[in-house]
């Protein structure tokens, strides 16, 4: 599958970014998915600015998170995690960005946070190589790639800039 | 044309674990519709270019049959052509 076999696509984003609309939320207080809806919450509610080392992390699928002690589960997308602070941002089914402390989350959910923190890290150090390389005549040739998703082609850019490129020609008939 | 099955399994096995090398069909295909249809029949799991994107750059500086392969280094060198010299190119590259 096109998911899985092809390496990720690389999502824009930008380290440092202030995200908006934070709130702080007590995990205690999210909704179970058989619980509540999310718009029933009771949320004890601060503002909360994203420090220096704060990681955006683009848009990555919706995933179940768990608290801490694996009573209560909710779904939402990482918004972004700021590894200095312990801080975790998610987007929750009504677009709301919720900001919770990341140990209120259960070990898996800490360990996805930190492989995709270290993931974004790498991936950080290859944009520099990867804006280069973009500007190389090579380089301009597959700004138009494209990679099958379900069942349409959407954009597809490199995650790291290979050193080598398999020119597969070839056609239908 | 079909992609053989044996050349989805050959790049999941020897391209997609390695970052130094990546694949990209570049479609000669007339048009796009018949791209996609090909791509979804056949679930390919590589990047494609298509035609009409194509036409204007270098890549079509490389080959003009069809199928053909070639192996090409950051700077546009033909390093391999040919699915056998190719292949065994990548597999030197760890």
Redesign the interface.
């Known amino acids: 599958?096109?998911e899985?076999?092809?390496?990720t696509r690389m999502k824009d984003y930008r380290a440092h970014e202030r995200l908006p609309s934070q709130q702080e939320i007590e995990l205690e207080k999210l909704p179970s998915l058989h619980e509540n809806p999310l718009g029933s919450m009771k949320l004890s509610i601060k503002k909360c600015l994203i420090v220096a080392t704060a990681l955006g992390l683009g848009l990555l699928p919706a995933r179940t998170w768990t608290s801490a002690d694996g009573t209560k589960t909710f779904e939402g997308k990482l918004q972004s995690y700021d590894a200095a602070e312990g801080k975790v941002s998610v987007t929750v089914r009504n677009g709301r960005i919720l900001t919770f402390s990341a140990d209120k989350l259960s070990e898996a959910d800490r360990t996805f946070l930190t492989e995709e923190a270290a993931r974004r890290g790498g991936t950080t150090q290859n944009r520099a190589a990867m804006e280069e390389?973009s500007l190389?005549?090579?380089g301009?040739?597959?700004t138009?790639?494209?990679?099958?998703e379900g069942?349409?082609?959407t954009p597809?850019e490199?995650e790291?800039?290979?050193?080598?490129?398999?020119?597969?020609?070839?056609?239908?008939? | 044309?079909?992609?053989a099955p044996q050349l989805?399994e050959s790049?999941?096995k020897d391209?997609?674990p390695n970052?130094?090398?990546?694949?990209?069909?570049?479609?000669?295909?007339r048009n796009?519709a018949?791209?996609?249809?090909?791509?979804?029949d056949d679930?390919?799991?590589?990047?494609?270019?298509?035609k009409d994107?194509?036409d204007a750059?270098?890549?079509t500086h490389?080959?003009n049959?069809?199928?053909?392969?070639?192996?090409?280094?950051?700077?546009?060198n033909k390093?391999a052509e040919g699915k056998g010299p190719?292949w065994d190119?990548?597999k030197t590259?760890k």
Do not use: C
């Not at chain 1, 899985?4 to 390496?7: C, F, W």
């Not at chain 2, 049959?65 to 546009?76: A, K, Q, T, Y």
């Open positions: 599958m096109a899985t076999a092809s390496r390389f190389t005549d090579i301009k040739a597959f138009k790639m494209q990679i099958l069942d349409a082609f597809h490199f790291s800039v290979p050193e080598y490129f398999i020119l597969y020609y070839s056609a239908s008939w | 044309m079909q992609a989805v790049y999941q391209v997609v970052p130094k090398v990546e694949m990209i069909h570049i479609s000669r295909d796009n018949a791209a996609l249809k090909w791509a979804r679930k390919l799991p590589w990047p494609a270019i298509m994107q194509i750059s270098l890549l490389y080959s049959r069809v199928p053909s392969m070639i192996l090409i280094d950051r700077e546009g390093v190719v190119k990548i590259l």
